[in-house]
């Protein structure tokens, strides 16, 4: 067979606030690949299917001098995110043709991979979409899984307060909390996103652009958990809210990504209430409930026990709009790429 | 014998930044009490020797509608902190004229309590001077001492960061983490504070009010445990230059207690370096592990192998006094008041 385009999505310059599709990264077709005689040396080729728009995204596109909590983009590369693609060719004998991979995959139409390190073959029984693999079968929902399980200390009656709740961590943490017994304080960008965290079952859901956090927070609190995937002002609205001995879960910050953030203001108040803050990646909870979470969370979504939505894109050439709005809060649901259909 | 004057602080108003003896306190001599006849009604009566000045005394001298981590005090009656007073008289079977009781207390030359609830009878057998019992033998050495087993996780070879290293809690610390050979960087206001605190065995030890604490910190650090008495700044760098799986153990936060104090910048980094803040107050601590610190502090202090300075002021007309210098950081050590000898 002739040699095909391999579309890529390249790291082109670093943003200064929010990243530009066709400046910050280019979406380019200058690479050809022949699927048929492409080496592999041991290893397997894959059709990506999926990839992932995630938040974490936008601290790699920086300097690589400024040090973070994850390694930068290199210029001129593709950048790279979990995805889940089907294996087209492999002289590996653990994968074969037809099998499905989850991976931190370049962000690429084909790709080679030497061995399965790093990678998981999905055996997928439940049949669900291969895109809820990057998503609530995924980092998304092993972040919410391992970190409600390790920190939140659930108790009935209790009550907790989640920001950006229509996203895929925070979306699971209300079916979570709503499950052990905990009164529900959501809040959401938009009021479809409102609705749709209503529909899970949270108590009190209000759209942060319209209402003051604090003022709702002061009226429903105070808080025993917050789930902080923001910063800044709405931290400073739990502080301010906490109640004795309040855990709070640090699991994102996107209001400092994109620039300077808001700084905080209540810090005082922790050791006075006795707050804990958990700061985590999900890297680290993996090796003690990794497997638990195969073992039960795609059971549930198929099961219908727990929902989430998702906003999909299209083709690979909109990956780079997929990350400007996952940046901007403006998808509903998680941003996923459809690279390809089967 | 004729009744002698009861002095008194009393607390008059609250201040709107430092308190202000003779304004916000009052030393007041109006009382007198009997000596020989003052009713016990089954408690016992006490000479107050010794009363202590702590940062978080400031908390307490608030509008009582405003929530805070101590009760506020009450408009004309006396301020109360820890102290150590002898017994002159007691129709409790369980005290005796001649004992030491420490407790809390109210700022009065001599008071009638009912009971031994909330106070401890002190045997001394270490033969310690009495202060010490409000200082590294009382509540700031309980906070240190269970505390940094509570929450600071020491590894030999890791670097702690300490400040406000010259005060009760952080000469203890110093000399803790020095124990558990960690490399020890701390901070304090003065370079008479700085040079006990090199006397204790710190490795980098400087004066904050000449040299930047984020200047050190990315010169000496990075820091796997801060212990913070301070916030604001100090806060601000050490999360700058925390390390991985850093332990910030937030013990005080002196510099918003006499007014807003700096708004915190860099709390984005909390979760990508995966940081656990402890906020605690010590008396939550004390179940576990105040019995242990009777047995095992008193005598290291007594053996000398471990050290600490006192600020004494004499006389409690000066205790408005001294809880301002305490609130400035002017004390050079712990602040007590000696109300009385033997």
């Known amino acids: 067979m002739a040699p095909v385009k391999n579309g890529r999505l390249l790291f082109n310059d670093i ?3 929010y990243p530009e599709p066709g400046k910050t990264t280019i979406y380019d077709e200058s690479e050809t690949i022949d699927l048929d005689s492409v080496s592999l040396n041991g290893g397997f080729l894959v059709k990506t299917l999926v990839l992932s ?5 936008r601290a790699r596109m920086r300097d690589p001098k400024v040090e973070s909590f994850v390694p930068a983009f290199e210029k001129g590369q593709p950048i790279s995110n979990f995805g889940v693609g089907v294996v087209l ?18 962000f690429k139409k084909y790709i080679t991979l030497p061995n399965l390190e790093g990678s998981r073959i999905l055996e997928n029984k439940e049949r669900l979409p291969w895109s809820a693999y990057v998503g609530v079968a995924g980092m998304p929902g092993q972040t919410a899984y391992a970190a409600w399980k390790e920190y939140a200390q659930a108790r009935k009656g209790e009550t907790v307060f989640v920001t950006a709740a229509s996203g895929p961590i925070g979306s699971l943490i209300v079916q979570f909390a709503n499950a052990d017994g905990m ?3 959501a809040s959401a960008g938009s009021d479809e996103k409102v609705a749709f ?8 859901v209000f759209n942060y652009k319209k209402t003051k956090t604090a003022d709702v927070l002061a009226k429903e609190g105070p808080i025993n958990v917050y789930w902080d995937n923001v910063g800044g002002e709405s931290l400073d ?10 855990r709070f879960v640090e699991c994102g910050y996107i209001t400092g990504y994109n620039g300077e953030g808001t700084p905080v203001k209540n810090m005082a108040v922790v050791f006075g209430k006795e707050i804990t803050l958990y700061g985590f990646l999900v890297f680290s909870l993996l090796p003690k409930y990794g497997e638990d979470f195969y073992r039960e969370i795609p059971a549930r979504v198929a099961k219908g026990e727990l929902r989430y939505i998702e906003d999909a894109k299209k083709g690979l050439e909109w990956a780079g709009h997929a990350i400007l709005e996952n940046q901007q809060g403006k998808n509903h649901g998680k941003s996923v790429i459809i690279v390809a259909e089967e």
Chains 1, 2 share one sequence.
Do not use: C, M, Q
């Open 89 to 106: 060719r492999s002289e590996n004998k653990a994968i074969k043709a037809g099998d499905h991979v989850h991976g931190l995959f370049p």
């Open 237 to 246: 609205a739990a502080l301010a809210n906490a109640a004795k001995h309040a």
């Open 53 to 57: 728009a995630d938040p974490y995204l």
């Open 15 to 17: 943003p200064s606030g």
């Open 183 to 185: 009164k529900v304080i």
């Open 197 to 204: 965290v209503k529909s899970l079952g949270a108590d009190v």
